[in-house]
């Protein structure tokens, strides 16, 4: 069968490594003539790329693969496919009873290392074949592939594939298998032509960015090779691991004006004790020491991190450390999470023994501390200058602009002659914990002609 006119609807679930997989798969299946829709009712492929680091984020693919099935009862010649991690993990499930029934609608279920498959994989699922790939590989990094992008601001930018940190409560490592790196040189490509097309702020992207390697550049090598492609684009880079953050890399973020002054940096827990148990392989005064050389290197430093509340055996005291930890450190920002055992992972055979009440207060406990310190921290910003690049329309209001800050702050002001990929100075008048609001300050002079 043709791909011509043939519409593809892809949603995406998880982090930024899967959105960018999804521009991936986008780009390859636009190669082969299939068209893009955002209109679910108009396509004739539905793919969803899933994530499976915790249990709720599984749930909801079920739940939307339920509409899935819905819709392929009322037109069964749609073809569904599962892509991503959950198609890497739960292969024979989602195929088998304990798809709660959906897997009868899935005719294609492919892992984040064959999506060079997916072509031909829907045309096989036109000729009544159901199709799986799911192999994993140590060396696809789709490096030749250039991925479908709508035109605007930001665009995420993968350099590196899978983990091999093997935290004890994570399926990364075997949702997406070895690290492997993309080659320097195309990555470099990539941005040249994102500068060209106007594109103003790239993240490069990778479970653990610290262990990119290729001939001899590590990350900060990449980082400044990037960085000087264009000194208007912002770049920034998320994830770091505490154990192999360099100094050198502290001190290629501090040299650089468009290397953003905003590190993520995932600690998960205060304890030692716990943090033996994760597998973190780093402790609390390695973890602290780096918070230092950070704040000493990059002085208006944002810092953001990753908590898990409730992991198995953690006690009322090791919890007291996380929030000591948070209250010594004053992260900008935080993701909070509790503890979802993840069958084969090594933490699946600890007893979850925190129940989900104690789980549940502890992370609350955790995003309290945080928004209070978050809103201290944006309050001792007003009557300050941020240059903040403009993303877009405000979504509350359409006669403010939405931008964010170099430490990856939230401006809202009202609008203004700039337009979204501008840079523009904005004085922080009020703010709460999640965001800035402030007026546009020194605007370039309109120079009118004379009559
Ligand atoms: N590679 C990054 C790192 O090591 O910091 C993190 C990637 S992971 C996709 C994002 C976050 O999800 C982790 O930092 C952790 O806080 C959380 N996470 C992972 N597995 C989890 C689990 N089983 N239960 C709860 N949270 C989990
Ligand atoms: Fe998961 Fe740990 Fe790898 Fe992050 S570093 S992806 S938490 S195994
Ligand atoms: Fe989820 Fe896979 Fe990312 S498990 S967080 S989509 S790497």
């Given at each position: 069968m043709s791909n011509s006119k043939k519409r593809v609807y892809l949603e995406t679930y998880g982090c930024q490594m899967n959105v960018a997989d999804s521009e991936v798969v986008l780009s390859l299946l636009a190669t082969e003539g299939f068209e893009i829709t955002n209109s679910l009712e108009k396509a004739d492929v539905v793919l969803v790329n899933t994530c499976s680091v915790r249990e709720n984020a599984e749930q909801r693919v079920y739940g939307r693969l339920g509409e899935f099935k819905r819709l392929k009862h009322e037109r069964p010649e749609v073809v569904v496919g599962v892509l991503g991690c959950m198609a890497e993990?739960?292969?024979?499930?989602?195929?088998?009873?304990?798809?709660?029934?959906?897997?009868?609608?899935?005719?294609?279920?492919?892992?984040?290392?064959?999506?060079?498959?997916?072509?031909?994989?829907?045309?096989?699922?036109?000729?009544?074949?159901?199709?799986?790939?799911?192999?994993?590989?140590?060396?696809?990094?789709?490096?030749?592939?250039?991925?479908?992008?709508?035109?605007?601001i930001s665009a995420w930018i993968s350099i590196m594939r899978g983990c091999d940190k093997f935290c004890t409560f994570c399926v990364v490592p075997f949702t997406r298998g070895r690290e492997r790196s993309r080659s320097l040189t195309s990555i470099v490509n990539?941005?040249?032509?994102?500068?060209?097309?106007?594109?103003?702020?790239?993240?490069?992207?990778?479970?653990?960015?610290?262990?990119?390697?290729?001939?001899?550049?590590d990350f900060a090598d990449l980082l400044r090779a990037v960085a000087h492609v264009d000194s208007s684009i912002r770049v920034r880079f998320t994830t770091s691991h505490p154990q192999d953050m360099s100094d050198k890399l502290i001190e290629t973020v501090a040299d650089h004006e468009n290397i953003c002054n905003f590190i993520h940096l995932p600690v998960q827990s205060g304890s030692d004790r716990i943090l033996g148990l994760m597998n973190r392989t780093y402790n609390r005064v390695h973890y602290l020491r780096l918070i230092e050389a950070i704040k000493k290197s990059i002085p208006n430093v944002s810092l953001s991190t990753d908590f898990i509340a409730g992991f198995p055996t953690e006690t009322e005291d090791d919890h007291k450390q996380t929030l000591e930890l948070m209250q010594e450190i004053r992260y900008d920002g935080a993701f909070m999470f509790t503890y979802s055992p993840r069958e084969n992972t090594p933490a699946f055979i600890m007893v979850d023994d925190i129940n989900a009440g104690v789980k549940s207060?502890?992370?609350?406990?955790?995003?309290?501390?945080?928004?209070r310190i978050s809103l201290e921290k944006n309050l001792e910003h007003i009557g300050e200058t941020f240059e903040v690049l403009v993303d877009g329309e405000s979504k509350k209001s359409s006669s403010h602009w939405q931008g964010r800050t170099d430490g990856n702050k939230t401006a809202i002001f009202p609008k203004h002659n700039c337009q979204p990929g501008d840079y523009i100075h904005v004085q922080i008048d009020r703010a709460n914990s999640a965001t800035l609001f402030g007026s546009v300050a020194n605007v370039p002079e309109v120079i009118e002609e004379a009559a």
């Amino acid at each position: 069968m043709s791909n011509s006119k043939k519409r593809v609807y892809l949603e995406t679930y998880g982090c930024q490594m899967n959105v960018a997989d999804s521009e991936v798969v986008l780009s390859l299946l636009a190669t082969e003539g299939f068209e893009i829709t955002n209109s679910l009712e108009k396509a004739d492929v539905v793919l969803v790329n899933t994530c499976s680091v915790r249990e709720n984020a599984e749930q909801r693919v079920y739940g939307r693969l339920g509409e899935f099935k819905r819709l392929k009862h009322e037109r069964p010649e749609v073809v569904v496919g599962v892509l991503g991690c959950m198609a890497e993990r739960l292969r024979s499930k989602l195929t088998g009873e304990k798809a709660k029934g959906v897997g009868q609608a899935v005719d294609l279920i492919v892992g984040p290392d064959e999506y060079r498959k997916v072509p031909e994989l829907i045309q096989k699922a036109w000729r009544g074949e159901k199709g799986i790939a799911v192999q994993l590989s140590r060396v696809e990094t789709y490096d030749d592939i250039t991925p479908l992008r709508t035109e605007g601001i930001s665009a995420w930018i993968s350099i590196m594939r899978g983990c091999d940190k093997f935290c004890t409560f994570c399926v990364v490592p075997f949702t997406r298998g070895r690290e492997r790196s993309r080659s320097l040189t195309s990555i470099v490509n990539e941005v040249e032509v994102l500068s060209s097309r106007g594109f103003k702020e790239v993240t490069l992207l990778g479970q653990n960015v610290n262990s990119y390697r290729d001939n001899g550049n590590d990350f900060a090598d990449l980082l400044r090779a990037v960085a000087h492609v264009d000194s208007s684009i912002r770049v920034r880079f998320t994830t770091s691991h505490p154990q192999d953050m360099s100094d050198k890399l502290i001190e290629t973020v501090a040299d650089h004006e468009n290397i953003c002054n905003f590190i993520h940096l995932p600690v998960q827990s205060g304890s030692d004790r716990i943090l033996g148990l994760m597998n973190r392989t780093y402790n609390r005064v390695h973890y602290l020491r780096l918070i230092e050389a950070i704040k000493k290197s990059i002085p208006n430093v944002s810092l953001s991190t990753d908590f898990i509340a409730g992991f198995p055996t953690e006690t009322e005291d090791d919890h007291k450390q996380t929030l000591e930890l948070m209250q010594e450190i004053r992260y900008d920002g935080a993701f909070m999470f509790t503890y979802s055992p993840r069958e084969n992972t090594p933490a699946f055979i600890m007893v979850d023994d925190i129940n989900a009440g104690v789980k549940s207060r502890r992370v609350t406990e955790i995003v309290a501390l945080q928004n209070r310190i978050s809103l201290e921290k944006n309050l001792e910003h007003i009557g300050e200058t941020f240059e903040v690049l403009v993303d877009g329309e405000s979504k509350k209001s359409s006669s403010h602009w939405q931008g964010r800050t170099d430490g990856n702050k939230t401006a809202i002001f009202p609008k203004h002659n700039c337009q979204p990929g501008d840079y523009i100075h904005v004085q922080i008048d009020r703010a709460n914990s999640a965001t800035l609001f402030g007026s546009v300050a020194n605007v370039p002079e309109v120079i009118e002609e004379a009559a």
